[in-house]
């Protein structure tokens, strides 16, 4: 039973390039989670969809970053143009969508922009 | 915008103490109170979670739920070097699905 797939694991990135992220979420899952982890910050969300809409964009992150659903199993996180401070851990999360249910997350992409 | 926190920032105990963590949210209408550990160098996982008023133990883990007052507190007996981690505590509202995470308490047990 496969849990949340990110990929790339890793990631380096030159300031003002575009990258995407990758976020496969738990099968039959509803709800889907971006979160950026930072040591200061703490985990932050970035973007929150339920059945594919988007429900929340993070406020604050509109600006250069754009998460989309294309079907129920696969999420994309485009950061466009990156900067220094976009270095951090990017996890993707997600739950069956009823209240009480666990929120899962993948191992995360760890960005790092030069 | 509900706010989530969590005391201390940071705890050091000796192997077989006991940990005590704190979570307090300021939003009045959180339902529901999870807590996550999240190992370094890996992705946050459930640990415990409660959602009525009292305490629920499993095993070394109990975890107080006092509504009246949104707090939540995660106490690990006989702790153990393989409980250093971070502790994160999140919390749900009843207007909508999405978790919002306290800042954490880094636990470190000396062995």
């Known amino acids: 039973d496969a849990g949340v797939t990110q990929t790339p694991r890793h990631e380096v990135a030159e300031k003002g390039q575009t990258i995407i992220l990758k976020c496969e979420p738990v099968s039959g899952h509803n709800d889907l989670f971006w979160y950026r982890q930072t040591k200061i910050q703490g985990l932050e969300l970035l973007s929150y969809f339920r059945s594919k809409s988007l429900m929340e964009d993070g406020g604050a992150f509109k600006d250069r970053f754009k998460a989309e659903m294309l079907n129920s199993s696969f999420s994309t996180l485009k950061i466009q143009p990156t900067e220094p401070k976009d270095s951090a851990v990017y996890l993707c999360?997600?739950?069956?969508?009823?209240?009480?249910?666990?929120?899962?997350f993948g191992k995360g992409t760890r960005l790092t922009v030069v | 915008q509900q706010k989530v926190q969590q005391s201390p920032e940071s705890l050091i105990v000796p192997e077989g103490g006991m940990a005590s963590l704190n979570c307090t949210s300021s939003d009045r209408n959180v339902d529901y109170f999870w807590w996550y550990r999240q190992h370094s160098g890996k992705s946050p996982k459930m640990l415990m979670?409660?959602?009525?008023?009292g305490e629920k133990e499993e095993g070394r883990f109990t975890v107080h739920l006092n509504k009246a007052s949104l707090h939540t507190s995660l106490h690990i007996r006989d702790s153990q070097p393989s409980d250093s981690a971070l502790y994160l505590c999140a919390a749900l509202n009843n207007a909508g699905a999405k978790l919002t995470f306290g800042g954490g308490t880094r636990l470190t047990v000396r062995p």
């Open positions: 999360a997600s739950s069956s969508g009823t209240a009480n249910t666990e929120v899962f």
């Open positions: 979670s409660i959602f009525s008023n």
